[in-house]
């Protein structure tokens, strides 16, 4: 079965600090890999997405993710955070045949300290 | 363009009870999928629907039931409810929601607290 595993369930850093959550899939084939964001009190929002192309995609607020297929990961990184991305993050994976469904990480939840 | 929207945003309901749940997609979109969120479990899909059809369904026991109308928008049913159905419920649409590129967006969610 399809899986997401995120390495990281809580993660505490200082402003200024640079983040990496790592985030593996089990999944042979193509896979479309998501980034979505929820801060507290508000929806899912997407950060960032990988369908094909260039490894390295950027997404919003300074985010960014590689994907490495050797490795089956979609790493988020960003390089300087900031208190306002406290939140939870999720990885995602929607694979071909699969229509419509996304198979989420259970979390990263980050804090960041003033 | 309006984002998804959910209703209601919260529900309060007795165990045994049903509840129903309602889902406006993006405009253009005619993709719905629902899942649910525990802190236990995380996210889990529960079912998807396109052109009033369910294309796709997760593990999740007959009570969890839903459809789609013409107009895309889409409602989940679940019937005698459980203490353990307490969770936020989450509506995600998609143009089409096919093995292509396609991107998923989602609604604030609807807050279920089963007593």
């Known amino acids: 079965a399809q899986s997401v595993s995120q390495h990281n369930h809580h993660v505490i850093l200082s402003e200024a600090a640079s983040l990496e959550l790592g985030c593996n899939y089990s999944?042979?084939?193509?896979?479309?890999l998501f980034w979505y964001v929820q801060y507290p009190g508000q929806h899912l929002q997407l950060l960032l997405k990988?369908?094909?192309?260039?490894?390295l995609v950027k997404g919003i607020k300074g985010f960014e993710a590689e994907f490495i297929k050797s490795k089956f990961s979609f790493n988020l990184r960003k390089p300087s955070v900031q208190w306002s991305d406290t939140a939870e993050y999720f990885c995602?994976?929607?694979?071909?045949?699969?229509?419509?469904?996304?198979?989420f990480g259970q979390g990263t939840t980050l804090q960041v300290k003033p | 363009k309006a984002g998804v929207t959910q209703t209601p945003r919260y529900l309060i309901k007795t165990r045994g009870q049903q509840v129903t749940l309602s889902c406006s997609p993006i405009s253009g979109h005619r993709s719905v999928s629902w899942y649910q969120q525990t802190p236990g479990q995380g996210l889990q899909f529960l079912f998807e629907y396109f052109s009033e059809t369910q294309r796709n369904k997760g593990n999740f026991p007959g009570r969890f039931s839903g459809r789609q109308f013409s107009n895309s928008r889409s409602e989940m049913n679940v019937s005698t409810l459980e203490l353990g159905d307490s969770a936020l419920y989450l509506c995600?649409?998609?143009?089409?929601?096919?093995?292509?590129?396609?991107?998923?967006?989602f609604g604030p969610g609807t807050r279920l607290l089963v007593l």
């Open positions: 995602a994976v929607n694979a071909p045949g699969n229509t419509g469904k996304l198979i």
């Open positions: 995600a649409s998609s143009i089409t929601g096919g093995p292509g590129q396609e991107t998923q967006y």
């Open positions: 999944y042979g084939g193509t896979v479309n």
């Open positions: 990988y369908f094909s192309g260039d490894p």
